[in-house]
C-alpha cells in the first residue's frame, strides 16, 4: 500500500531532552511538509522540503530541527528549546511543491 | 495574501438533514481551495479541492462544495449527514502564481451528527 507513515504513536519527553519524530513516504513525492497542531487552531507550517538534501523554515520553525537526506523520509526533531512541544504533529508529503498533499496519521508528543 | 475564514466553530446537525460548512477566503491570486477531514486522532483526509475547473466540486462520501468568486466563498455541503460523518473539517486556501505555494488553514469547524 501507498502511503505516509509517521512513528511513534505517542511520544513523551522528558524537560531538557531532544526527541525525533518519523515520516517516512512511499509515494515517490518530491516535496515533505511537518505541520503542529494545537486544539481550536488550524494546522502551522513547521518546516517543508521540496527536494532531497533542501529544506525551509515555515512559519513557527524556532525549536526544530529537520533533515532531508533520503526521498522518503523526513524526520522532525524537537529540540529541548521548544518550551511549548506538547501538540499533534502531522507530516504530509506532496508530488510536487504545487500539488495536493497528502497528510500521515500524525505524533501525539505529550511532556512529562 | 491569502486567509480562509471557517465561520462556525461547531455544527450541529440530526442524521439525515444537510450539512453546510462555510469558508470565506481572501486570495490576491488564483486560488485553490480543499477541504479536508479530520477524525479524531487522525491525519487529514482530502474530501475534494478546486483549481480553477468546474466551480461544482463533487468529493468523497457525498460531500460537494461551490465555488463562488464573487462572494470569496467555498462553502461544504452534504445532502444527508451520517453518523460517521462527525468530525473536524478544514478549509484550506493556497496561491500558485504567487512564487510561492503554501496551504493556508482555517480554524476548523467540528461537526456534531445526533442520532
Known amino acids: 500500500d501507498g502511503g505516509i507513515t509517521q512513528s511513534p504513536k505517542y511520544l513523551f519527553r522528558k524537560e531538557g531532552q531532544n526527541v525525533t519524530l518519523s515520516c517516512e513516504q512511499n509515494?515517490?513525492?518530491?516535496?515533505m511538509y511537518w505541520y503542529r497542531q494545537d486544539p481550536g487552531q488550524g494546522l502551522r507550517l513547521i518546516y517543508y522540503?521540496?527536494?532531497?538534501?533542501?529544506?525551509q523554515k515555515g512559519d513557527i520553525a524556532e525549536g526544530y530541527s529537520v533533515s532531508r537526506e533520503k526521498k522518503e523520509s523526513f524526520p522532525l526533531t524537537v529540540t529541548s528549546a521548544q518550551k511549548n512541544p506538547t501538540a499533534f504533529y502531522l507530516c504530509a508529503s506532496s508530488r510536487g511543491s504545487q500539488e495536493t498533499q497528502y497528510f500521515g496519521p500524525g505524533t501525539r508528543l505529550l511532556v512529562l | 495574501a491569502q486567509s480562509v475564514t471557517q465561520l462556525d466553530s461547531h455544527v450541529s446537525v440530526s442524521e439525515g438533514t444537510p450539512v453546510l460548512l462555510r469558508c470565506n477566503y481572501s486570495s490576491s491570486y488564483s486560488p485553490s481551495l480543499f477541504w479536508y477531514v479530520q477524525h479524531p486522532n487522525k491525519g487529514l483526509q482530502l474530501l475534494l479541492k478546486y483549481t480553477s475547473a468546474a466551480t461544482l466540486v463533487k468529493g468523497i462520501n457525498g460531500f460537494e462544495a461551490e465555488f463562488k468568486k464573487s462572494e470569496t466563498s467555498f462553502h461544504l455541503t452534504k445532502p444527508s449527514a451520517h453518523m460517521s460523518d462527525a468530525a473536524e473539517y478544514f478549509c484550506v486556501v493556497t496561491a500558485a502564481g504567487s512564487g510561492t505555494y503554501k496551504y493556508i488553514f482555517g480554524t476548523g469547524t467540528r461537526l456534531k451528527v445526533l442520532a
Open positions: 522540503s521540496q527536494i532531497v538534501n533542501d529544506f
Open positions: 509515494l515517490n513525492h518530491d516535496a
